[in-house]
């Protein structure tokens, strides 16, 4: 239970989203909280449990510490590779690659080909510095960019279902801002007209974080996480 000092989330989740692709397509952006570590068993897990195909986009902040999860847990990483190598049902995308890709008219827009490719964007951690940019309209990385073009069923284009899981310092979750810029994210993109549209947060959990603390603000567990995606997908019964 949240105390009355925790935010407390509004979530325009509809259950039983029907996706365009068969498997599902994934997008599992990481950003800078140190719970990324956790990624490559999330990414691992949305293949095997949800059977889907899985992008892994970094950010420059969820970089640093995704180099950092071979030594975290190395079981999930060698799944990771084999899955990477073996199979194409996933790749891992840095930050910077948009760039690469791109040099003139014509070429691919990666957030433009992202945002079209996934049938389920999954922001798995959500940094605080990522949530202020998201409930302000900032887009200066590709994350940033493809969650500002995501289709919510306020045009002609179907919405898809947008899953975003904070992971702070208890501190940071606690402060007003937090609340707030959740809010403003549910609560502008929270239209009626489509129910295949839809914010899920996957809410945090209290434990030792990372910094030696106890309080609330870490990663919801990973169960809890492939959970929210399964029943997104209304997967809950097979
Ligand atoms: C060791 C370390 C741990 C951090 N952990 C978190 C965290 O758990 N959550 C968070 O929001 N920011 C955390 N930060 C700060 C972010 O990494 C920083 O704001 C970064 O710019 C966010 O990158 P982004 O653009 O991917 O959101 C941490 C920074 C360091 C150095």
């Known amino acids: 239970m949240s105390s009355p000092t925790e935010p407390k989330i509004a979530s325009s989740l509809q259950e039983g989203y029907q996706h365009q692709h068969t498997p599902p397509n994934i997008l599992l952006a ?10 490559p068993e999330i990414a691992v897990r949305l293949v095997k449990e949800c059977k889907a195909n899985v992008k892994v986009l970094l950010s420059q902040g969820g970089k640093n510490f995704w180099d950092k999860s071979k030594g975290y847990n190395e079981e999930y990483w ?9 199979s194409e049902s996933v790749s891992i995308i840095h930050a910077d690659d948009e760039w690469k890709e791109w040099n003139q008219l014509g070429d691919p827009v990666l957030h433009i080909d992202l945002r079209d490719w996934a049938d389920l964007m999954l922001v798995a951690p959500l940094s605080a510095h990522t949530l202020a940019k998201l409930a302000h309209g900032f887009c200066d990385d590709t994350v940033s960019c493809v969650v500002r073009a995501w289709d919510f069923g306020h045009g002609i284009r179907p919405g898809k279902p947008l899953l975003l899981a904070p992971a702070m310092n208890t501190a940071m979750w606690q402060h007003p801002l937090t609340l707030q810029q959740l809010d403003t994210i549910c609560g502008f993109w929270n239209f009626q007209g489509d129910s295949r549209n839809g914010i899920q947060i996957v809410e945090p959990q209290e434990k030792k974080l990372a910094c030696g603390e106890i309080g609330n603000g870490a990663l919801a567990s990973v169960d809890v996480i492939i959970d929210a995606v399964r ?6 019964d097979i």
Do not use: P, W, Y
């Open 78 to 86: 060698d799944l990771l590779l084999e899955e990477v190598n073996n």
């Open 30 to 39: 990481v950003t800078g909280s140190v719970a990324a570590i956790k990624c």
């Open 231 to 236: 029943t997104r997908f209304n997967m809950k």
